[in-house]
């Protein structure tokens, strides 16, 4: 047998739902199978899904197993964007973290504004 590096790929849950979905149809435990639960999977797949039972479990189970599978994997979730601040929130007066760089470069700004406009009224 040759080491063989096994590669992990992100799970989805959509394509969970997907194999999920295949239960309908007989072919249950394929979900599990993509997830890496290979003995439950290959247990649902010769019992029918524990009977029907674990595919009706399963629907409300493959978020967290996903997250688990992808949590194992290495794979974390995305970090929450924090929330926009409205124009309540937001006060007239400069921040405490205001550099006098950003003022500087406001100030040739409008250096440059001025001299253009002169320019134009030449």
């Given at each position: 047998m040759s080491n063989q590096e096994t590669t992990h790929e992100e799970k989805h849950a959509s394509i969970a739902y997907l194999l999920w979905g295949l239960g309908f149809v007989g072919i249950c435990g394929l979900h599990r199978m993509y997830l890496g639960q290979y003995q439950l999977g290959t247990a649902m797949l010769f019992t029918f899904g524990l009977c029907g039972v674990g595919q009706l479990v399963d629907v409300a189970v493959i978020n967290q197993a996903v997250q688990e599978s992808n949590s194992k994997a290495g794979y974390h979730?995305?970090?929450?964007?924090?929330?926009?601040?409205?124009?309540?929130?937001?006060?007239?007066?400069?921040?405490?973290?205001?550099?006098?760089?950003?003022?500087?470069?406001?100030?040739?700004?409008?250096?440059?504004?001025?001299?253009?406009?002169k320019k134009l009224r030449e």
């Open positions: 979730p995305p970090e929450s964007v924090p929330a926009r601040t409205s124009k309540s929130d937001v006060s007239s007066e400069p921040k405490e973290e205001d550099t006098s760089d950003e003022v500087d470069e406001l100030d040739l700004e409008q250096a440059s504004i001025e001299e253009t406009m």
